[in-house]
């Protein structure tokens, strides 16, 4: 067991996924953090993030490796795809996990009790997206974080 | 109750601390927000809080289980 983040910094829009965090066989993700924050200059604009469950992985801009936060620890299994997606993700109706309304010019931060995290299944191509479902504003950058326990 | 995540945002330069209470039947969160009249559950068996959604307030699965079910193929979405 140990702890994995995954980070990328996307432009966001209605249904545009920034980061995928995406379970194996395996292995049952727990993500425990998510930390969100707008990197270009920021404005009066809001957007809205939901945290929601797929099936299939889509088509992602770029991978990531998954940094271990502990470098005596194995390399993860769970992977993290980083958009822009040239197809979304599939992802499954009503699995909002965690509603996030931000201002750009507001960081935020969730943090989860260990064991109280949000599991993915030990299924190949399933996860957890993270996912800008509407912004007033949508030119702007968003710099996310994913970590999570495996 | 002992929350089960924490959330922290800066506005106007002031930070915003809430918790965040997990859904022992589905495994969502929510933050908390006291006097928002969202109606949610508690779960005897689980001992713990629900959503509110009808799936979750109708019948105790925990989570647990809905995950075995679910990587077992006797469940089609989690």
């Given amino acids: 067991m140990g702890m994995f983040a995954g980070v990328g910094a ?3 829009g209605t249904d545009k996924t920034i980061l995928t965090l995406i379970s194996a066989a395996t292995v049952r993700p727990e993500l ?17 993030f939901s945290i929601m469950r797929f099936t299939a992985v889509g ?17 993860g ?7 822009v997606f040239s197809a979304e993700p599939t992802y499954t109706a009503n699995s909002d996990m965690l509603w996030i309304a931000i201002n750009q010019r507001g960081p935020f931060r969730w943090i989860a009790q260990p064991g109280r995290g949000i599991i993915a299944p030990a299924t190949a191509s399933n996860g957890l997206g ?8 949508v030119t702007p950058s968003w710099a996310c974080t994913l970590a999570w326990e495996e | 109750m002992r929350p089960d995540g924490y959330t922290i945002q800066e506005t106007g330069g002031k930070p915003i601390e809430a918790d965040t209470l997990q859904c022992r039947h589905c495994g969502r969160h929510w933050i908390v927000k006291p006097g928002s009249g969202a109606k949610r559950g508690w779960c005897l068996k ?9 799936d979750c307030m109708t019948e105790c699965l925990p989570f647990e289980k809905r995950l075995e079910l679910y990587e077992n193929g006797e469940i089609a979405v989690l």
């Fill in chain 1, 10 to 12: 996307v432009v966001g």
């Fill in chain 1, 130 to 137: 993270l996912r800008c479902k509407s912004a007033t504003s």
């Fill in chain 2, 46 to 54: 689980c001992s713990g809080p629900l959503c509110g959604r009808r």
């Fill in chain 1, 77 to 83: 299994i769970a992977d993290v795809g980083v958009g």
């Fill in chain 1, 32 to 48: 425990r953090e998510v930390v969100i924050g707008c990197s270009d200059t920021p404005a009066d604009q809001a957007a809205r």
């Fill in chain 1, 59 to 75: 088509t992602e801009a770029s991978g990531f490796t998954p940094t271990a936060w502990n470098p005596a620890d194995p390399a």
